[in-house]
């Protein structure tokens, strides 16, 4: 969910535009209160994505398999709170289907949602292993 302490305009569109003044801060990002980017800012910095369409399209990231466990969270509690937050459709590769060490993930929505839901996955896994009880989702 989306929470914006912004007064004009489109809330998604502030949240997840162009550069917005205020930086990294909370406060100012439009992300005040949502405890998923509040705990990620705090151990990677936000840049705003710079590409803003309605088009959806596909991206394909991959991550480490040793921290398949870490962005899932206990009961998919993170990957589901990173599919709310980012509104991106997010199917991560199974265990059957993996080759070496690296897992798939594919992300599906605006250019601006895939960007923010690249961005939740990589500063999740520079989270403390306990991430899921900090942010409140068990």
Do not use: W
């Amino acid at each position: 969910a989306v929470v914006s302490t912004q007064s004009t305009g489109d809330a998604e569109d502030e949240v997840r535009g162009g550069p917005l003044p205020g930086g990294n801060n909370p406060e100012t990002t439009g992300y005040s209160g949502n405890r998923m980017m509040e705990q990620a800012q705090a151990v990677l910095p936000f840049t705003p994505s710079v590409e803003i369409s309605e088009e959806v399209k596909e991206k394909e990231i991959t991550i480490p398999n040793k921290n398949v466990g870490q962005v899932f969270g206990r009961k998919a509690a993170i990957i589901n709170e990173i599919r709310s937050t980012s509104n991106c459709k997010v199917i991560v590769e199974k265990d059957s289907e993996v080759t070496g060490e690296e897992r798939k993930i594919n992300l599906t929505g605006k250019p601006q949602d895939i960007h923010l839901a690249e961005y939740l996955i990589a500063a999740v896994q520079k989270m403390p292993k306990d991430a899921s009880f900090k942010l409140g989702l068990l």
